[in-house]
């Protein structure tokens, strides 16, 4: 199984961005995806998570801001960022989980100018 991140780019202080993570085999179901980042700054940080039941999570710095969701039928789970920060710069990576398994696709590097 494999997860393709795509959706990165640069993009102003105040835009958008939206980001997706498709799995590669349609019918195999993570229990939760998330997304990550990274930057030159900061260890790995959680983003946002979102389980198979649609139940979401989010680190204090995004929330209300990011917007996680998933379309099961297309096996693919997105990161809408809205009003974006250059502290929001770095790569972002999706996982999945699936029982005590953890799938990480590469990274989409997402750059915030001021």
């Known amino acids: 199984v494999q997860l393709q991140a795509s959706g990165g780019g640069l993009v102003q202080a105040g835009g958008s961005l939206r980001l997706s993570c498709a799995v590669s085999?349609?019918?195999?179901?993570?229990?939760?995806m998330g997304w990550y980042r990274r930057s030159p700054e900061k260890e790995r940080e959680l983003v946002a998570t979102?389980?198979?039941?649609?139940?979401?999570n989010y680190a204090a710095s995004v929330k209300g801001r990011f917007t996680i969701s998933r379309d099961n039928a297309k096996n693919t789970v997105y990161l809408q960022m809205n009003s974006l920060k250059p502290e929001d710069t770095a790569v972002y990576y999706c996982?999945?989980?699936?029982?005590?398994?953890?799938?990480w696709g590469q990274g989409t590097l997402v750059t915030v100018s001021n």
């Open positions: 996982n999945g989980d699936y029982g005590s398994a953890r799938y």
């Open positions: 085999r349609r019918f195999f179901v993570f229990n939760a």
């Open positions: 979102i389980t198979s039941g649609g139940s979401t």
